[in-house]
Nanobody
Framework: QLQLAESGGGVVQPGESLRLSCQGL????????VGWFRQAPGKEREGVSC?????????????NYADSVKGRFTISRDSAQNTVYLQMDSLKPEDTGIYYC?????????????????WGQGTQVTVSS
């Protein structure tokens, strides 16, 4: 059974940082495109960042970011740990929401939830003073 296990959410003040982790269970994540999404109360799920498949070379993949997080968030892959990370710096109150990671079979990643097949359970991020 293919699963994604997320961790790293929490409550922080504006300007602080968090690192979210998304570990693949039962499959090798390096061959998947991976996306991070977030959903705030009363709003639709939106794409935050994504990483193309590492392919047969096993490299990290090419990152993409939503305009709202460019320069503040960094997505990366650790193939040895079968994990994708989302480093979130300079957090703002508008970054609050449940963050989900998702994996897809396509090489290229996307900000559309329908592009992904496997989803994590979500982790809460709250940015508040």
């Amino acid at each position: 059974q293919l699963q994604l296990a997320e961790s790293g959410g929490g409550v922080v003040q504006p300007g602080e940082s968090l690192r979210l982790s998304c570990q693949g269970l039962g499959f090798t994540l390096v061959y998947s495109s991976v996306g991070w999404f977030r959903q705030a109360p009363g709003k639709e799920r939106e794409g935050v960042s994504c990483l193309t498949s590492g392919g047969s070379s096993g490299n990290g993949g090419a990152p993409n970011y939503a305009d709202s997080v460019k320069g503040r968030f960094t997505i990366s892959r650790d193939s040895a740990q079968n994990t994708v990370y989302l480093q979130m710096d300079s957090l703002k109150p508008e970054d609050t929401g449940i963050y989900y990671c998702a994996a897809g079979v396509n090489y290229y990643c996307s900000g559309f939830p329908s592009s992904y097949d496997t989803w994590g359970q979500g982790t809460q991020v709250t940015v508040s003073s």
